[in-house]
């Protein structure tokens, strides 16, 4: 596996493993999980002919997602430290995607990953059931 695609399935996981902790409710729609990552890849995508510097539009994207994370659930400094860290990651690896290849490989990609951490929020909360 190459170095991104670890970085990638690390940070999914992550985000899974603190999803795990805030989501209280068992009847959860994919949306309810996968939903703030959506709005934050929506910020990436739209913000990428205004912002031009790596750095802020990646902020910029990390933060919608986080804020949307936040009006559907609480989290503590340690989860919101980790999932900032995690989503850090993603959009980084997305923005090299879009760099590197082209901008539509990188949407193709983007729109996968919210599938990957549904799947993985379904793996880390199976434990929970037995």
Do not use: P
């Amino acid at each position: 596996m190459s170095e991104m695609g670890k970085t990638i399935r690390s940070s999914i996981y992550t985000i899974a493993h603190v999803l795990r902790e805030v989501v209280r409710s068992q009847d959860v729609t994919k949306y309810d999980v996968v939903g703030f990552l959506r709005d934050g890849v929506d910020m990436f995508f739209r913000t990428s002919t205004i912002i031009h510097d790596k750095d802020d539009r990646i902020g910029v994207s990390i933060n919608a997602a986080i804020s949307s994370l936040e009006n559907k659930y609480s989290l503590n400094d340690v989860q919101r430290a980790k999932v900032y860290s995690a989503l850090e990651d993603l959009f980084e690896s997305l923005y090299e995607i879009e760099e590197k290849a082209d901008r539509s490989l990188a949407i193709s990609i983007a729109n996968t990953l919210s599938n990957w951490l549904y799947i993985a929020y379904k793996i880390v909360t199976q434990g929970d059931k037995s």
